[in-house]
């Protein structure tokens, strides 16, 4: 239950961050998202069962914010923490590099699956915040991807097993 606490808890202040504090920090318009590294991290630290309820819980609390269509970011968030989820199952969790590496592949995965959604259903969207928006969410993997670790290795946060 604590665990549960402490994860809605923390999507719900990353999600306020990202919507009220993060864009002061943009840079030519572009800006990382705070929650999306978090979800990526979490599901390469737990695997990808956890990373998918995580997903589509924060994607759900993102599309209250995305005013097209709802359920874009939940679907993408979910696909996204599965991938991820399976990327930390063949990785040394405690080094940074292949995970921070992983971010940023997957922040374009996403932001290619979020396009194309968007062009099918008709909504204009720039290809090149895509690129950007990734390569800033690269940089914030880093303490952002520690720190989720660090968080993941608390006793009350980890999957213990009982017979």
Do not use: H
Request: aromatic share 18%.
């Amino acid at each position: 239950m604590k665990k549960i606490l402490t994860l809605a808890g923390l999507t719900i202040i990353m999600l306020i961050l990202d919507n009220s504090v993060v864009p002061f920090f943009s840079i030519k318009g572009f800006s990382p998202s705070l929650l999306f590294t978090f979800i990526i991290s979490y599901s390469i630290v737990n695997g990808y069962s956890e990373g998918l309820w995580l997903g589509v819980f924060a994607g759900l609390f993102q599309d209250i914010y995305f005013a097209n269509i709802l359920g874009v970011n939940a679907l993408t968030n979910m696909i996204c923490a599965v991938i991820s989820g399976f990327i930390g199952v063949s990785i040394f969790k405690e080094k940074t590099l292949i995970p921070v590496l992983s971010n940023f592949v997957i922040s374009i995965f996403k932001g290619i699956l979020v396009f194309v959604i968007l062009y099918v259903v008709g909504v204009g969207m720039s290809f090149r915040f895509v690129f950007f928006n990734s390569l800033y969410n690269l940089f914030l993997s880093i303490p952002v991807y520690r720190l989720t670790y660090k968080l993941c290795s608390i006793d009350y946060m980890r999957r213990n097993w009982k017979f």
